[in-house]
């Protein structure tokens, strides 16, 4: 980091009609003389949730018993993300069912991702359509603490609609139990975003202006959002240094980017028959979708919008197909099937996520932050709410990424709970009573993310990472 005189304040906004465009963080953002110290005392935390709907097939997940601790070979399925091997923890041996209780309720794709986060199992009274009862999430807990400094407290995304939350689905249960794993509270299921469009609106369309035709001028006139702003950004950039100037040329072309990308969906969307469950606005394929809305998340941590985002890659009972990859069956129900032709699709299907995660991690790295990355001051976690699609809620494929602000130590495997017997049986891995929760996991990352509880959920304990 090059000290300088020259201070700006960190919240630092420009303002158009229709436009915010909030600044990431600069050297002129850190005090003279005592930044290196203000760095080091106060890194900046950020916590993040990548959510696979469906499970996974197991036994391509889990790198080998004799690949615990370090080094370790990453299974096939996480052989994408082998370039970030040094800044990943694989656990497992989590559980949801240390009770026995998850297993024998009902909604069981439900169950699984609402009790993820929250720790709660949908309640039996939550049958008749919107009623519906969980517990506030981790997410949630952290964008309390971490949210007092940011424009957003935290950001829910996914990219599949949720328009039949109001409905029933998995087992008569409310659908807002399969399309949502972020609570504010026991009654407040949070909505997940999945049109990159209102997305970007909410990050930068809060321009000062209480009239909203501002911005839908703008998008008809086929403007960009940064014309708003482009005389301030001049302005600006010529009072600061060079690294300065470097970094905000790189911000602003990356927001110009994701903008010039999402009008590109738009446009294709006017012009061809919608795909089916994806609305107006969205990129015609599952990669694109992907890697515009990770690209969302990069600029939002970026700007310090926000330090929180949770982010479903589909919702749970997702039947989505990707014919582009050579997977033509529905997910949910290739996750129902054994056959060989089955688990080859579903394999592909879990490869392509983690390749779309690869690229996440990838863009954080290559993000400056401070003294170092977004990836060094971020912590993930990537995995689903069942082990697989045959709703196990026990030995959850988990993966912890990102330096967490020095907290976490990555290039491990970690095994934990009645997983720890190589030569036990599936069937009795999972049976729950001498399983590790997944709860130990949220009470060790909220420390590590600055908030010490004496316990949450079912937790026993914490773990050792």
């Excluded at 709660?120 to 309390?144: K, T």
Aim: hydrophobic share 35%; charged share 20%.
């Amino acid at each position: 980091m090059i000290i300088t005189r020259k201070a700006l304040p960190r919240r630092t906004v420009l303002r158009g009609l229709g436009a915010t465009l909030a600044l990431p963080l600069l050297d002129g953002m850190v005090p003279a003389l005592t930044a290196l110290e203000q760095t080091a005392a106060r890194p900046v935390r950020r916590f993040g949730v990548v959510y696979l709907p469906n499970g996974v097939v197991i036994d391509q997940w889990t790198p080998a018993p004799s690949d615990d601790g370090t080094p370790f070979q990453l299974s096939p399925i996480l052989q994408p993300l082998a370039p970030f091997r040094d800044r990943l923890v694989v656990l497992s041996g989590l559980s949801q069912n240390t009770n026995g209780l998850t297993a024998r309720s009902g909604a069981v794709h439900g169950r699984c991702a609402t009790k993820f986060l929250t720790g709660a199992i949908p309640r039996p009274f939550g049958q008749e359509g919107n009623d519906f009862l969980a517990d506030v999430s981790v997410d949630q807990l952290l964008a309390r603490e971490l949210g007092r400094d940011t424009q957003l407290g935290s950001l829910e995304l996914s990219l599949e609609s949720g328009d039949k939350g109001a409905g029933t689905c998995d087992g008569g249960y409310s659908c807002t139990y399969s399309h949502t794993i972020t609570w504010r509270g026991p009654t407040t299921p949070l909505p997940m975003e999945h049109d990159p469009r209102v997305v970007f609106e909410r990050l930068f369309g809060d321009g000062g202006s209480t009239d909203p035709a501002a911005r839908r001028a703008r998008r008809a006139s086929n403007r960009s959002l940064l014309d708003s702003v482009r005389e301030k950004v001049s302005d600006l950039r010529r009072g600061l240094g060079p690294s300065d100037a470097g970094k905000l040329d790189e911000y602003v072309d990356a927001v110009r980017d994701v903008e010039r990308r999402i009008q590109t969906a738009e446009a294709q969307s006017s012009r061809e028959l919608p795909v089916m469950d994806q609305p107006a606005g969205v990129p015609a394929t599952f990669a694109e979708h992907a890697r515009l809305m990770f690209d969302l998340q990069v600029l939002a941590y970026q700007s310090d919008l926000t330090r929180v985002i949770t982010f479903m890659v589909g919702r749970e009972f997702s039947s989505r197909t990707y014919p582009e990859i050579g997977a033509p069956g529905g997910h949910h129900p290739l996750s129902h099937e054994h056959s060989a032709a089955s688990l080859e699709q579903l394999v592909k299907i879990n490869v392509h996520h983690a390749e779309q995660f690869a690229y996440y991690l990838d863009r954080l790295q290559a993000t400056p932050d401070g003294d170092g990355s977004l990836l060094d001051h971020v912590l993930l976690y990537y995995g689903a709410g069942m082990a697989e699609g045959d709703h196990q809620p026990w030995n959850l494929p988990l993966v912890l990424a990102g330096g967490g602000t020095g907290q976490l130590a990555g290039g491990r495997h970690l095994r934990f709970g009645d997983t720890n017997d190589a030569d036990a049986s599936s069937a009795s891995r999972g049976s729950g009573q001498g399983a590790t929760p997944l709860a130990n996991l949220h009470l060790t990352v909220l420390e590590k993310l600055g908030m010490r509880l004496d316990g949450i959920h079912d937790s026993t304990g914490r773990l050792e990472l």
